[in-house]
């Protein structure tokens, strides 16, 4: 499957920004779908996940703050960003795999990233 993400920019601080991913190729609903990000100098995190069900996982420090919802007939992918903060700042990428886990290393499809910077 490819990926394409979009939506990244520079907000303010306790802004709002959504995040999309587009898929082609593949049945876009057989896949788990991920949210990840690196920030400059610093290792590619978890951020959020999506099952075939729906179901969702977050990490700890986004948790509350961010919600990934899927569209399969759009074979897209979103993260709703709210009360962002400068440490959210990064490039974003999404993700495509068969594993409901949190490792980067069971998603085997990625997009290209998108920035996102909090400014204070």
């Known amino acids: 499957v490819q990926l394409q993400a979009s939506g990244g920019g520079l907000v303010q601080a306790g802004a709002s920004l959504t995040l999309s991913c587009a898929a082609s190729g593949r049945t876009f609903s057989n896949y788990v779908l991920g949210w990840f990000r690196q920030a400059p100098g610093k290792e590619r995190e978890f951020v959020a996940t999506i099952g075939w069900s729906g179901g969702t996982y977050y990490a700890d420090s986004v948790k509350g703050r961010f919600t990934i919802s899927r569209d399969n007939a759009k074979n897209t992918v979103y993260l709703q960003m709210d009360s962002v903060r400068p440490e959210d700042t990064a490039i974003y990428y999404c993700?495509?795999?068969?594993?409901?886990?949190?490792?980067?290393?069971?998603?085997?499809?990625w997009g290209q990233g998108t920035l996102v910077t909090v400014s204070s």
């Open positions: 993700a495509a795999g068969q594993t409901f886990a949190t490792h980067p290393k069971y998603f085997g499809s």
